[in-house]
């Protein structure tokens, strides 16, 4: 069972074989949880939010369909979740207040994983061919680091961080008015919400 591909254990997880989601489950756990830990600052809540996703994977087996490599769509989850964590809790930060506000918009936009695929894929893409320490930049942002904390790790100061942000949302703008017209603007509030948290 171990040997067998990711399509073909979620084919025999739709057919409620056990095993076959043990696998899966220990393939992927420590990753997602890693990821929701540093979303979270090392809140245990990760551990109760990655559980919730496995425990939903499951109930969802009968009709899951999983396009691409199932770690892009575990990762959405745990992203899609850790937003529903921050907008359930009651928080005092202004700062994250504000970032609560922008994330509240898109609500009844962005309430799908194929909807953060489709805009996940769109920022790698446009991530990609940016400066190389324009890709920095935004992904040690995207892991929660602070303006300061990405300061230090790449030896600079801090406004010159808040800069690099700044052009690394123009240039994300431009791609997403254009590649995404119809739901640019919801888009941009999450980056902003990702971006200037």
Known sequence: MKNLSE?????????????????????????????????????????????EI??????????????????????????????SHFRSKKVTEVQLEDALDRINMLEDSIDSITDYLELEKTLQQTVEL????????????????????????????????????????RRLRIVIAEKHPEKHLTYMALIAAILYK
Not at 11 to 33: P, S
């Open 130 to 169: 940016m400066p190389e320490m324009l890709k920095r930049v935004y992904q040690l942002r995207s892991e929660n680091l602070s303006v300061k904390a990405i300061a230090g790790e790449l030896g600079l100061a801090d406004q010159t961080v808040k800069n690099y942000i700044s052009e690394v949302s």
């Open 7 to 51: 399509q073909e254990l979620l084919l025999q997880i739709r057919r409620d074989n056990h095993e076959a989601f043990d696998v899966l489950f220990d393939r992927h756990w420590a990753r997602c949880y890693q990821s929701a830990r540093a979303r979270l600052n090392g809140s245990d809540s990760a551990q109760d939010i990655v559980q």
């Open 54 to 83: 496995f425990i939903k994977l499951w109930q969802r087996r009968s009709y899951l369909n999983v396009q691409g490599p199932l770690e892009n769509y575990l990762q959405s989850a745990v992203k899609l979740s850790v937003i």
